[in-house]
């Protein structure tokens, strides 16, 4: 065998050595954990939540129109039914607001008393996955995550059973960032469960 064709060998096996450990690489990143939390509720998406919502029309729709669009507590865990004390203290400012100031809906609530209820609708959905070094992660030196999803949240006013306010907000689209360093590795939590008992 020649100088230059052993060279060639030599360079071959690096390269299939180097395309091996990225695919390892690579197949070990798709071992690491992932996780994910979501309230139950009948919408796939932001946006379709979005959507429910702007087909109410205060002073028009009526509770078992809201029902056919989700908003349900019996048939959605995200609905929650509130009185109408809980509606009083999401509204604390409006005891310094004059009449005229206040929004139409909220006005009448507050004169209705006993017969204004509401719907507190509260949906999230977050996916956590482990990015980065399998290796680093593995041996707790560095765990790295990035955090996926979105959150709904809106309120409903009924006085009787009509609507007479409705309001939402959220989060489109989350996406975050976490990255969490150990510099003892897997000997973090021994160094800390090791540590003498306080004193004082």
């Not at 995200?78 to 009449?99: E, G, H, K, Y």
């Amino acid at each position: 065998m020649t100088i230059r064709s052993a060279k060639r060998m030599r360079a071959a096996l690096r390269a299939a050595l180097a395309a091996g450990l990225a695919v390892a690489l690579a197949g070990c990143q798709a071992l690491l954990p992932t996780a994910t939390s979501r309230t139950p509720f009948g919408w796939a998406s932001y946006e379709e939540a979005a959507r429910a919502l702007e087909k109410i029309v205060p002073y028009k729709t009526r509770r078992a129109e809201l029902h056919a669009l989700g908003f349900d507590s019996m048939d959605n865990p995200a609905v929650t039914i509130l009185n109408f004390a809980d509606i009083a203290q999401r509204f604390p400012a409006t005891a310094a607001l004059s009449s005229d100031e206040l929004d139409h809906g909220l006005r009448d609530c507050l004169k209705a008393g006993r017969r204004c209820t509401g719907y507190s609708i509260s949906v999230k959905q977050v996916r956590r996955k482990r990015i980065g070094s399998f290796w680093a992660d593995t041996f707790n030196f560095r765990r790295q995550s990035e955090i996926t999803g979105w959150s709904f949240n809106a309120l409903i006013v009924l006085v009787d059973d009509v609507v007479v306010y409705a309001l939402s907000g959220g989060q489109p689209a989350i996406r975050e960032y976490e990255t969490v360093r150990n510099p003892l590795g897997p000997l973090q939590s021994l160094g800390d469960s090791i540590r003498p008992p306080s004193l004082f």
